[in-house]
């Protein structure tokens, strides 16, 4: 027998372990800056399976000086002490080397809004819910569950495959994905089990960053409030700047990846969003200060600087409009994300595996698409020219409540990588 249909079927026969290891990586509660419970269960794994993990914390310090580095909002709050990364490098031939795996973070729940436990996986026929279960602790499982079978099958492999289980993806992946790079796991292709709904293959993720804007007044007693300034009055002209610059760009800018697999984004492919702000005391008195936060999304073809300068040039028009902004300017503050976009070239080879052993596998066909949130795959590419893609189950509801994903999904993801692994790698 061939050595794929030994993997599909050694897979299939590995189901219930699917469900359980996703279940128990739901269970550790690994939101973003609490890392530690779920790299337990992956360690765990890899023992079990004879592989040696490489256990270390990030040091921000040797990462500092890095082209994609920035200090994450988890680095800001709680460090990096606790939070380790896993890898495993396994040995195969000399041909090359390739990485699989994905982030092991998830983000918080509020537990009013989920019907199910989300921390807990609730098995319905094929549908499997709970946070993380897709974004993406399932796809860690199905890659997991890919290498026992390679193992189990017995396939001597044509190269290296390195394995990475990384932190603090949903915060910039700075400490997770890029530590990984700088510690030499830099592979010939990279494939992230991210949710894109196998076969699909996703090429391209979105640049993120985040900003703060301080917009001062004059603080005075109401009573006398026509001799202060309000700066809730003057961040809410900002607030409309933003809000024109944001409907400017979603006029003008395109990218058809970002909407190949949710027609929903055609023209919405960029995104500004006002997420917070806070400002006064309370009723009786003018504020003195305003403070708004956002966050600016963007497909592959500006630089982070580009988009840097329309924000403040938009902030700016106003203060230039405004007597008493002219004299007293608000400020643009970068903090957390500072993401760029990436674009791994499709005609790459890990781009053309991966899209016949989806089709393959799942009798579908594949689109190539791009993600509207920001990728850990983007390391690879932008910093190490390295092809990076996204290979992974269905997700629904990811980030919000009630995320699901479906079994069949997530077996079809192990076997896609699987034969990935196959194909690119080769055997001996
Ligand atoms: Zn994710």
Request: aromatic residues 8%.
């Amino acid at each position: 027998m061939s050595v794929k249909p030994a993997l599909s079927k050694n897979i299939d026969s590995l189901e219930d372990d699917l469900v359980e290891l996703a279940g128990a990586l739901v269970a550790s509660q690994s939101v973003t800056g609490n890392e530690r419970p779920a790299q337990e269960v992956v360690i765990d794994r890899l023992k079990l399976l004879d592989i040696k993990p490489d256990v270390w914390e990030p040091d921000a310090d040797v990462l500092r000086g890095h082209k994609g580095f920035f200090e994450t909002s988890s680095f800001v709050e709680y460090g990096y002490e606790g939070r380790p990364n896993v890898a495993a490098h396994i040995e195969g031939g000399n041909g090359r080397t390739l990485t699989v795996g994905g982030h092991i973070d998830v983000v918080d729940v509020t537990p009013a809004e989920w019907e199910r436990d989300p921390w807990k996986l609730t098995k319905e026929g094929d549908t499997v819910y709970g946070r993380g279960v897709a974004d993406m602790k399932g796809g860690i499982a199905a890659v997991l569950i890919a290498l026992e079978a390679i193992q189990e099958v017995g396939v001597d492999l044509g190269g290296d495959l390195i394995f990475q289980s990384t932190i603090e993806e949903e915060d910039g992946g700075v400490g997770g994905t890029l530590s990984t790079l700088e510690r030499g796991y830099v592979p010939d292709a990279a494939i992230i089990a991210e949710p894109f709904a196998v076969p699909n293959v996703c090429v391209a993720s979105a640049g993120v960053m985040y900003f703060k804007i301080h917009v001062p007044g004059k603080s005075v007693h109401a009573a006398w409030g026509h001799e202060g300034v309000n700066a809730i009055g003057k961040a809410a002209k900002i607030y409309q700047s933003l809000e024109k610059l944001d409907n400017d760009r979603k006029s003008s800018i395109d990218y058809p990846p970002a909407y190949r697999q949710n027609p929903e984004l055609e023209g919405n492919v960029t995104n500004l969003n006002i997420g917070t702000i806070e400002s006064g005391d309370w009723p009786s008195t003018v504020p003195s200060e305003a403070v708004l936060e956002g966050r600016i999304g963007w497909p592959p073809g500006e630089t982070r600087d580009e988009v840097r300068s329309q924000i403040e040039c938009a902030v700016e028009s106003v203060a230039n409009d405004d007597e008493w902004l002219t004299e007293h300017p608000p400020t643009v503050e970068w903090f957390g994300w500072q993401a760029s976009p990436h674009e791994t070239p499709s005609d790459a080879e890990i781009v053309k595996v991966a899209t016949e052993a989806g089709e393959a596998v799942t009798g579908k066909t594949a689109s190539l698409v791009g993600g509207n949130a920001g990728l850990d795959e983007r390391f690879f590419q932008r910093y190490y020219d390295v092809p990076a893609i996204s290979v992974g189950p269905k997700g629904y509801n990811l980030h919000g409540a009630d995320e699901h994903t479906t079994v069949t999904s997530l077996l079809e993801t192990s076997e896609t990588i699987a034969h990935s692994i196959i194909d690119y790698l080769g055997t001996e």
